[in-house]
């Protein structure tokens, strides 16, 4: 754990290659954990989602650099712009949320998440969705010490599923 921790939080460009590098080694760190999948990226992703998201306006990312560690890049959140039809305004989805292993417990990703809610502000978005895997209980902690909950209607219909069909 690093024990001077000098936080630097941007959102990522995705024309600059340091940002690149970093979003894309993060993903797949992440995608290596168990709560990513444990199993890294294919070679085409890390390939070729620099350019998939440099043509994709309604995507966004922050990144978070140690500069006690000399620009060390340790949190990446990736976002999607969506819709509301019943709000008639952009909302936007936390896709992922990544915090370096070596820096996890230091708030880094409630810290990003700020700056996520701050740039969905001024997209105008009338709200924040994201999914947390049932067993991801640091994760979901957080979601809900920073105000999410469970996405509900009617209360009598209950809370809604995340749901997935591969193409």
């Not at 976002?79 to 915090?99: K, M, Q, Y």
Request: aromatic content about 8%; charged content about 20%.
């Amino acid at each position: 754990m690093s024990s001077t921790l000098t936080l630097r939080l941007c959102r990522a460009d995705y024309h600059d290659p340091a940002h690149t590098r970093a979003l894309v080694d993060l993903l797949d760190a992440y995608a290596r954990d168990s709560a990513g999948g444990a199993e890294p990226l294919s070679d085409f992703t890390k390939a070729n989602l620099p350019a998939a998201l440099q043509v994709r306006p309604f995507m966004f990312s922050v990144l978070a650099f140690d500069d006690a560690q000399g620009g060390l890049p340790v949190g990446l959140v990736n976002c999607v712009e969506g819709f509301s039809t019943f709000a008639c305004r952009p909302l936007v989805n936390i896709h992922d949320v990544v915090v370096a292993a070596s820096h996890r417990g230091q708030r880094i990703g409630e810290q990003m998440l700020v700056l996520v809610e701050q740039l969905a502000r001024d997209r105008g978005a009338c709200k924040l969705t994201l999914e947390v895997l049932s067993g991801n209980t640091p994760a979901a902690r957080l979601y809900h010490r920073i105000g999410f909950e469970n996405y509900q209607l009617e209360p009598s219909m209950g809370h809604a599923l995340f749901m997935q069909k591969w193409l």
